[in-house]
């Protein structure tokens, strides 16, 4: 990086006056001048502003990795691979017998299919596709980029889905020896004896919560926290501490994914956020 830190109160790109200079966190400076500033790009959904300590770069702020509220859902669809879908135009229509998702709740969210072998047209990759509309018990539909016709099998889907723009990855280092990461979750799910998953992935470390029958909608917040020490961390599963062994002293990916363990059951993330704060 090149030319004096900026020394004002200016706390990001855009913000007016003169604006700190803009780095990434691998290629910051490794010290800098007791209220200067700089700008890292690659920390959290929307970059954050550091401030040094004479001896450190401290965030102003507790920054945000992810903050989503789009909205998804995963139905795991009629048992043993019987749901169908058509597909015309963009528009892709499914049935499947008893889908138990209730009307206008999830309408507009992003909804991952699992298609098996097409009937007619050609094969339809599998994944999240726009704009999930309720049409009655046994149908949905939902929109695809491609525009094209065809008709074939919606597999059952009880494996770990995890949502795409839910995902991001801690820099290394960043978290110092006692730093934590802070994850929520708003999800629903349909009120059945099969056990319906919110996953939270700590860069191979899973924290899942299993819910069923009375927990309809339930809101998760937790925290990981490293133990004075960058290979030690103490999290949670299901209400159990525990230790893991993950080193934030590398990039750590985080994302969340949600699961129906049986068939004709659904899950859904209405919102989550994951963020950091700096020991």
Known sequence: MTGPLYTGSSTGPGSGGSSPPITTWANRPAVGAIGSKIYVSD?????ATFVSTGSAWRPESDIEIIQKGKGWIVPSMAPADSATYSQTGTLITV???GHNIPALNYDSKDVYIDFGAPATGVQLASGWYSNFQRITINTFSCVSAISQSGTGVVKTNNVATVIPEMMSVIPG???????????SALSSHNNSAGTKNVIFNFNGETV???????EVRII???IISNRNNLASQALTENGVPR???VNTANNVTCSFAIQCATSAD???IHSAAIYISIS
Request: net charge negative; charged share 10%; hydrophobic share 35%.
């Open 220 to 222: 998760q917040e937790d």
């Open 95 to 97: 049935t499947s017998a």
């Open 243 to 245: 230790v893991t062994s």
């Open 43 to 47: 920390v959290g959904e929307y970059g």
């Open 173 to 183: 280092g960043i978290l110092g020896l006692n730093g934590c990461i802070f994850y």
């Open 208 to 214: 899942t919560y299993g819910n069923a029958f009375d």
């Open 266 to 268: 659904y899950v859904a």
